[in-house]
């Protein structure tokens, strides 16, 4: 059977169009190629449109033809886009000019893309690293995975001590654990440094408890310790005022109290007045007045052995700042909860 007289038609779009297609190198010049081929004024639109003229007994194959040009044009052309838009990627990370530190578009003046800028905490974290850093402190970082021996043991918190009670843990299945809280990185940092030496190290502590306004099983912590020949209790707490006044911004009340921690003798717990309440007690300060930040004390003879020091020699103070309560003091949150949420509606106001 002699083929239809449409067909030579039909082969002769196809291979126009395929062509056409695979000569575009940008992909404006593809868009054009597919308004020009499958547009609602194109070619290939037309072709198919013209069904309408073709005699009824070849409608059929003539349907089935055109169809499958227009399904062989939309292939091509969307293979060729996603080949040159990997090349468009491509050409720019080759491009020795091209800078992927630099920020984005919003800042180089294309508002429809907003930037990111540092979380609370971060800033928080930031601006006390720096305050400690111009007190001569090492600026240090210690793993979220500890093990017993660093979080606990070495501590003075054997695993008979009803200490542990209050600091319950996720265990992982390798007998590790995510670490209670930063003091893990004492006994890193006693082997790590000969004294004398004064360091800081931030981070994520976890706690396998409920939540609420004040808590989460999730926080952040800050960690100091200075280790010396000799120590006092007042360098302690003058270093915690300044440290205070230069985050806080203002005048402080604080008081301070006898606290109970197996890892310093004598140990302290450092409240400051809630700044969000003024005192007067909100939930944040579970109705107090008052906001536990800053537990400290002298680190425990025990300690010091078990970083391979002789406490005969050399004393220290260690604190572990509430890196989260800082953060909701200094910028009014009243849910620590808030902190880690990922809203970017809370977010975005700081
Ligand atoms: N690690 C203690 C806690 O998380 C706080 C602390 C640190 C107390 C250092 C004294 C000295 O509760």
């Avoid at 194959?61 to 044009?73: D, I, M, R, S």
């Avoid at 992927?100 to 800042?107: E, K």
């Avoid at 009803?162 to 006693?190: C, I, K, Y």
């Avoid at 107090?288 to 537990?295: A, F, K, M, Q, V």
Wanted: aromatic share 8%; glycine share 8%; charged share 20%.
């Amino acid at each position: 059977m002699d083929s239809a007289p449409w067909s030579a038609d039909i082969e002769a779009a196809r291979q126009q169009w395929l062509a056409a297609v695979a000569s575009c190198a940008q992909l404006p010049a593809l868009r054009s190629v597919q308004v020009e081929c499958l547009g609602k004024n194109g070619a290939v639109t037309a072709l198919v449109r013209r069904i309408a003229e073709v005699p009824p007994a070849d409608k059929r194959a003539y349907g089935q033809a055109t169809a499958a040009l227009k399904a062989a044009c939309e292939t091509a052309i969307a293979t060729r886009q996603t080949e040159l838009e990997a090349a468009e990627v491509q050409a720019e990370l080759d491009d020795a000019t091209f800078d992927c530190t630099l920020p984005p578009a919003a800042v180089l003046g294309n508002r429809a893309r907003p930037t990111g800028h540092a979380h609370p905490l971060c800033t928080v974290q930031q601006e006390v690293e720096a305050v400690f850093s111009s007190m001569g402190f090492a600026v240090l970082d210690y793993p979220e995975v500890e093990s017993e021996f660093n979080n606990f043991e070495a501590l003075n918190i054997p695993g008979w001590h009803p200490a542990r009670e209050m600091q319950d843990t996720f265990w992982l299945d390798n007998g590790l654990l995510l670490r209670t809280h930063t003091s893990s990185g004492q006994v890193r940092a006693l082997h790590t440094f000969q004294p004398p030496f004064r360091a800081v190290f931030a981070g994520k502590v976890f706690r396998y408890e409920a939540t609420d306004a004040s808590h989460e099983h999730t926080f952040h912590q800050l960690e100091g310790l200075l280790v010396d020949r000799v120590v006092s209790v007042g360098h302690l707490l003058d270093s915690m005022r300044t440290l205070l006044s230069a985050i806080l911004r203002r005048q402080v009340e604080v008081r301070l109290r006898p606290g109970y921690f197996p890892f310093v003798e004598p140990g302290f717990e450092l409240d400051i007045a809630c700044q969000l309440c003024g005192g007067a007690g909100c939930s944040a300060c579970k109705q107090s007045g008052w906001l536990e930040l800053l537990p400290c004390g002298l680190v425990h003879p025990q300690v010091l052995r078990a970083g391979g020091l002789d406490p005969a020699q050399w004393q220290g103070w260690a604190f572990g700042l509430g890196l989260s309560r800082l953060a909701m003091m200094r910028y009014g949150i009243g849910d620590v909860r808030l902190l880690l949420g990922g809203d970017v509606r809370f977010l975005s106001q700081f």
